[in-house]
C-alpha cells in the first residue's frame, strides 16, 4: 500500500469556497499510487487541491470548512458513459425481449411529439436517480422527436437546473427498421410496413440538421461548463452516408465529440454482412472508411466485434463503452470485455435506457461487468474488481473525453465525489475495499455526491432537486405517457410474429463469433422456443 502525499495544485488567488474532507478512506482506481488509505480532501471551488493526510494547516489558510469524513469511502464521481433519458418515465414496463421488440415500443420515434412539461420532468428524474446512487457524469445520447431546438433547451435548462455533470448529445437517424432489420420487411402486409414507419411526422417539423445547427451555434459550452454538447450518430447502419458525413463535419466544425452505437444485436450482425458487404460485412472498417473512427469517436455497446474489429479500434484510438445490463435485458449477447481489455481498449461503463435497464446504477453495471467476464471464456481471466472500478470512473471520463478532468480524487481533478457510508453492513467486516464496493453495494451505501465541489446529495437526500414537487408532478403527468405507451405497445405486438420469425431464420445465419450464452457445444441451445 502506498501512502506517500499527493502534490497539492493550489490555485493562483483566493478560493471563494474551500472545504476540506478530513480521514476519508480514499479509493483510487490505480492500485499503484493510493490504495484504499485514509486521507484528507481539500477542495478549493470546484476543483481538488491536496490529498494527503494533515491538511489542517492549509485549510485553516483557506478558511475551509471541515467536514469530518471517518465514515466515508472518497469514490471518485461514477461515470455513466452511456444514456438515455427520453425513456425515463418507461422503466418497469417491459419484461426480457429482444433488441428489435423493445425498439418499436420504447423509442420516441414510436410516440407523438413531447410536452415541454415531460422533457423537464423526465430529464430531472433520471438526473436525480443518477445523483442518488453515486453518478456524477453522464453522456445522455438524447432523441427528440421531431428534433427542435426549443426542446433541446428545455432538456439542456433542466440539466443545469439539476447541477448534474452531463455530456448532452442529440441522437439523429434517418434510415429505419424495414431496411435494417434483415428480412423484416418482405415479412410485412401493407398495413404492418406502415406500422413498422411510426406514426406520420408532423406537417411542421422542421428540418432536423439545421436544428442541431442552431442548438450548437446559440448555446456554445464555455470552459468549465456542467453541460458540454456532443453530435450522436445513431449508428452506421441506421444513417445514410449523407448524414453521417454532415454529422463528422458539424463535429469537427464545432470541436465536439462523436458518439454512436455499434453491433449491438445478433440481427444487426446478420444485417452487416448485407449493408456493409462491400467492407468486409464490418460496420468498423465502414466507419473507418468514411474516416469516423478516431480518439474523438466513442462507440457503445460493441458486442458483435470481432478480434480483427477490435484490433481496428485499438489502432486508431476510438473509444469504447460496454453496457452489461441492457445487453442482457435485450437479448444482445455477452461483450467480449477481456478481449477488449487485452486489446489496450480501455473502456467504460453504462447503465443505458432506462427501459431495457431499468436502473441508473453504476454498482449494477460494475458487478454485471465482473460477472459476466467471468463467463466468457473457461479460464480464470474475467475483470477484477478493481477493473472494473476504474472503468466506472477513469474509463468512462476517458470514454467521455475527460480523463484530465474527472475519473480521479487528485489534484487538479475536478471536485466529483461519491461518499460511501462504511458503516453500512456490506462493509462488515471489510476484507477487502473494492470487492466489497463491486460485488456488495448496490447504492444503499451512497451517503453524499459532490459534483464541482458542491454537495448535490447529503446524508442520502437531494440538495438541488425537490423530490417530493417530481412526484407530485408525475402523477399528473403519466396518464397521458400511459395511454401513449399502451398504444405503442399494440402497435408492436403486431409485429412480433414476423420479428420472432426474423430472429428465427437469423439464429441458423453464421456470423463468425458466438456472444450468446451458450454452449458451442450445444447449438441447439442458443434456438429460439416458440
Not at 149 to 167: E, F, I, N, P, T
Request: hydrophobic fraction near 45%; include cysteine; charged fraction near 20%.
Amino acid at each position: 500500500m502506498t501512502t506517500a502525499p499527493v502534490p497539492a495544485a493550489i490555485p493562483a488567488g483566493r478560493p471563494k469556497k474551500a472545504v476540506l474532507i478530513k480521514n476519508a478512506t480514499l479509493v483510487d482506481p490505480c492500485e499503484e499510487t493510493m490504495a484504499d488509505s485514509v486521507q484528507d480532501i481539500l477542495i478549493l471551488d470546484d476543483a481538488i487541491a491536496a490529498v494527503q493526510p494533515g491538511l489542517d494547516r492549509l485549510a485553516q489558510e483557506h478558511h475551509a470548512q471541515v467536514i469530518d469524513g471517518g465514515r466515508w469511502l472518497a469514490l471518485p464521481g461514477l461515470v455513466n458513459a452511456h444514456y438515455h433519458s427520453h425513456d425515463v418515465l418507461l422503466k418497469g414496463r417491459f419484461d426480457v425481449m429482444s433488441l428489435e421488440k423493445w425498439a418499436f415500443r420504447a423509442l420516441p420515434r414510436f410516440f407523438p411529439p413531447r410536452s415541454d412539461q415531460e422533457l423537464r420532468l423526465r430529464t430531472l428524474v433520471g438526473a436525480a436517480e443518477c445523483l442518488r446512487s453515486g453518478i456524477t457524469t453522464v453522456q445522455d445520447m438524447l432523441s427528440l422527436w421531431p428534433l427542435t431546438a426549443h426542446q433541446a433547451q428545455v432538456v439542456r435548462q433542466a440539466y443545469l437546473d439539476s447541477g448534474l455533470r452531463v455530456v448532452l448529445g442529440i441522437q439523429m437517424a434517418d434510415v429505419g427498421p424495414l431496411d435494417t432489420i434483415p428480412f423484416f420487411a418482405q415479412g410485412l402486409d401493407d398495413s404492418t410496413r406502415e406500422l413498422a414507419k411510426g406514426p406520420a411526422a408532423p406537417a411542421d417539423m422542421p428540418d432536423p440538421m439545421a436544428e442541431l445547427q442552431s442548438i450548437l451555434r446559440d448555446s456554445p459550452a464555455g470552459q468549465g461548463d456542467l453541460l458540454t454538447w456532443a453530435v450522436c450518430p445513431s449508428s452506421p447502419e441506421r444513417c445514410s452516408r449523407e448524414l453521417l458525413t454532415t454529422m463528422r463535419d458539424i463535429a469537427l466544425e464545432h470541436g465536439l465529440r462523436l458518439f454512436s452505437h455499434i453491433a449491438i444485436s445478433r440481427l444487426e450482425a446478420v444485417a452487416a454482412q448485407q449493408i456493409f458487404a462491400q467492407w468486409g460485412g464490418s460496420p468498423v472498417r465502414y466507419l473507418q472508411s468514411m474516416e469516423v473512427l478516431g480518439p474523438h469517436l466513442t462507440l457503445a455497446h460493441g458486442v458483435w466485434l470481432n478480434a480483427d474489429d477490435r484490433r481496428i479500434l485499438a489502432e486508431t484510438g476510438t473509444r469504447m463503452v460496454l453496457n452489461p445490463m441492457s445487453n442482457l435485458k435485450t437479448r444482445n449477447g455477452i461483450a467480449q470485455f477481456q478481449g477488449y481489455r487485452q486489446d489496450g481498449i480501455h473502456f467504460g461503463l453504462g447503465c443505458d435506457n432506462c427501459s431495457c435497464s431499468d436502473a441508473q446504477n453504476m454498482f449494477q453495471a460494475m458487478k454485471f461487468a465482473t460477472l459476466l467476464s467471468g463467463v466468457n471464456s473457461h479460464v480464470d481471466n474475467g475483470l477484477t474488481a478493481r477493473e472494473a472500478i476504474h472503468a466506472a470512473t477513469m474509463g468512462g471520463a476517458r470514454a467521455l473525453g475527460m480523463e484530465d478532468r474527472i475519473g480521479r480524487i487528485w489534484p487538479g481533478y475536478r471536485a466529483d465525489i461519491t461518499f460511501i457510508d462504511k458503516d453500512d453492513l456490506v462493509y462488515k467486516p471489510l476484507n477487502n475495499l473494492k470487492r466489497q464496493l463491486v460485488y456488495g453495494e448496490g447504492g444503499r451505501g451512497v451517503d453524499s455526491v459532490m459534483v464541482a465541489g458542491r454537495f448535490l446529495v447529503r446524508e442520502g437526500r437531494l440538495q438541488g432537486i425537490d423530490q417530493a414537487a417530481l412526484e407530485a408532478e408525475l402523477l399528473s403527468l403519466m396518464p397521458v405517457l400511459q395511454r401513449d405507451a399502451d398504444a405503442a405497445e399494440a402497435r408492436a405486438r403486431a409485429l412480433d410474429d414476423v420479428i420472432a420469425q426474423v430472429e428465427q431464420r437469423c439464429m441458423g445465419m453464421p456470423v463468425g463469433m458466438q456472444r450468446m450464452a451458450c454452449d458451442a457445444a450445444e447449438p441447439d441451445a442458443c434456438r429460439i422456443n416458440r
